[in-house]
């Protein structure tokens, strides 16, 4: 495969692959204005997921409910997509198992503080 042939999206995923932490920027409810914060994420196959620290209490969550418009940056590789938000109870509690799973259930607990919501985006 040349290097051409590679599109933007593969490499993003290689990107994401290696780094345990991204650059996620959502659109300011109230400001209107781009907002980024760094981020854990979980990437399987076709989907990256995001778990909110405080879950629906957490801003650039109650930011990609108004508009769910975000671009993920993986050190300079960077895409838009559009959030879907998670509240279904199975699959929110697979979604905590994939992060304990990639950071540690130790990590996990200490920095994240509600369990309610999660985020996932899809590639193509």
Known sequence: MSV??????DKLK?????????QLSV??????????IPVWFVLEGEKVY???VKGSD????????????????ARGVEAEFRATP???AKT????????????GAG??????????VAVVVEFG
Do not use: C, H
């Open 107 to 116: 990590d996990v607990k200490k920095y994240y503080s509600n369990f309610d």
């Open 14 to 22: 290689a990107a994401l692959a290696r780094y345990r932490q991204i």
């Open 86 to 88: 998670i509240t279904e």
């Open 27 to 36: 659109i300011g409810r109230k400001t209107g204005q781009t907002v980024s």
């Open 92 to 103: 929110l509690k697979s979604v905590i198992e994939k992060f304990r799973e990639k950071y």
């Open 58 to 73: 957490t801003q650039w969550y109650k930011n990609v409910l108004k508009n769910p418009s975000i671009r993920i940056d």
């Open 4 to 9: 051409s042939s590679i599109t933007s999206m």
């Open 50 to 52: 995001l778990l909110p």
